[in-house]
């Protein structure tokens, strides 16, 4: 049964970074289309960006240019590389894998890591 557990978040002020990780195991992380979601209180939950196995990235709007989704296979981690944070990235942060990638079916989910910004 396929693991995600992430790791990284904290409080950090705005116009500041923060790294995320994702270590997946019991699954074939090469193969697998990996992408982090995040979800504020009582917002709906909402994609950030993903990663293909052959390492072709997308990403939302609201963080183009500022984040930066990054697989290292042989480590089975991906990451999310945020810059320039503000306010509005508040939110829990939450790595999924699927096993396509078009589609794609997002069907292992981590626990969650929670990133607060604020001065």
């Known amino acids: 049964q396929g693991r995600l557990k992430e790791s990284g978040g904290g409080w950090v002020q705005p116009g500041d970074s923060l790294r995320l990780s994702c270590v997946v195991s019991?699954?074939?992380?090469?193969?697998?289309?990996m992408a982090w979601f995040r979800q504020a209180p009582g917002k709906e939950r909402e994609f950030v960006g993903s990663?293909?196995?052959?390492?072709?990235?997308t990403y939302a709007d609201s963080v183009k240019g500022r984040f930066i989704v990054a697989r290292e296979n042989a480590q089975n981690t991906v990451t999310l590389e945020m810059n320039n944070l503000t306010p509005e990235d508040t939110a829990t942060y939450y790595c999924?894998?699927?096993?396509?990638?078009?589609?794609?079916?997002?069907?292992?989910w981590g626990q969650g890591t929670q990133v607060t910004v604020s001065s």
């Open positions: 999924a894998a699927s096993h396509t990638d078009y589609g794609p079916d997002y069907i292992h």
């Open positions: 019991g699954l074939a992380f090469s193969t697998l289309h």
């Open positions: 990663i293909m196995g052959r390492g072709r990235t």
